[in-house]
T-cell receptor, first 115, second 111 residues
Framework: GAVVSQHPSRVICKSGTSVKIECRSL??????MFWYRQFPKQSLMLMAT?????????EQGVEKDKFLINHASLTLSTLTVTSAHPEDSSFYIC???????????FGSGTRLTVV | RKEVEQDPGPFNVPEGATVAFNCTYS??????FFWYRQDCRKEPKLLMS???SGNEDGRFTAQLNRASQYISLLIRDSKLSDSATYLC????????????FGRGTQLTVWP
């Protein structure tokens, strides 16, 4: 089946720094990838839709200047959390949908802790 | 109102039990539906898609009622390995890429 690789799996950073998370589709091309965030005991919330070769589409309430998304190729999307704040500590997960299939494959997630 | 509402749980059942989870969605434009399972601190994994005609995959049966915007998941003969959080998901959008997740229902199966 489709595999989506996400790195790093865990990162701890200081307030004010930036963190980049990578999401790769390993055996298929993904023109669209999705970034989610999950706080403890909460549901996954879609943050943005990453489109290859064009600007990402952000959900309401998500700051595009804080969460920079780059989808430069058909197999790689990156999410950069800029000027990280402890409130940004969360579980970030990317997903992609292999063309023709009904389900979505998720990356293994990145647990971000901002101290 | 949340897009997808689920039974809050938690459900604690013995091995071999049958357990049912319910879910409702608020937006009638939702087109596809799924059940995912999520183990603690892991990513969600697709359990099964949900079709209007109902579908079964081994011990798991999913049902969708579009008129009442209701989705269910039935697990028969529960196993210890079924312990996880079950997420009800609705999808819509031009590429059906916008997934809306319920908070999940936690299931613990005990020996």
């Amino acid at each position: 089946g489709a595999v989506v690789s996400q790195h790093p799996s865990r990162v701890i950073c200081k307030s004010g720094t930036s963190v980049k998370i990578e999401c790769r589709s390993l055996d298929f091309q993904a023109t669209t990838m999705f970034w989610y965030r999950q706080f403890p005991k909460q549901s996954l919330m879609l943050m943005a839709t990453s489109n290859e070769g064009s600007k990402a589409t952000y959900e309401q309430g998500v700051e595009k200047d804080k969460f920079l998304i780059n989808h430069a190729s058909l197999t790689l999307s990156t999410l950069t959390v800029t000027s990280a704040h402890p409130e940004d500590s969360s579980f970030y997960i990317c997903s992609a949908r292999e063309p023709g299939l009904g389900g979505y494959t998720f990356g293994s997630g990145t647990r971000l802790t901002v101290v | 109102r949340k897009e997808v509402e689920q039974d809050p749980g938690p459900f604690n059942v013995p091995e071999g039990a049958t357990v049912a989870f319910n879910c409702t969605y608020s937006n009638s434009a939702s087109q596809s539906f799924f059940w995912y399972r999520q183990d603690c601190r892991k990513e969600p994994k697709l359990l099964m898609s949900v079709y209007s005609s109902g579908n079964e995959d081994g011990r798991f049966t999913a049902q969708l009622n579009r008129a009442s915007q209701y989705i269910s998941l039935l697990i028969r003969d529960s196993k210890l390995s079924d312990s996880a959080t079950y997420l009800c998901v609705a999808a819509r959008g031009s590429t059906l890429g916008r997934l809306y997740f319920g908070r999940g229902t936690q299931l613990t199966v005990w020996p």
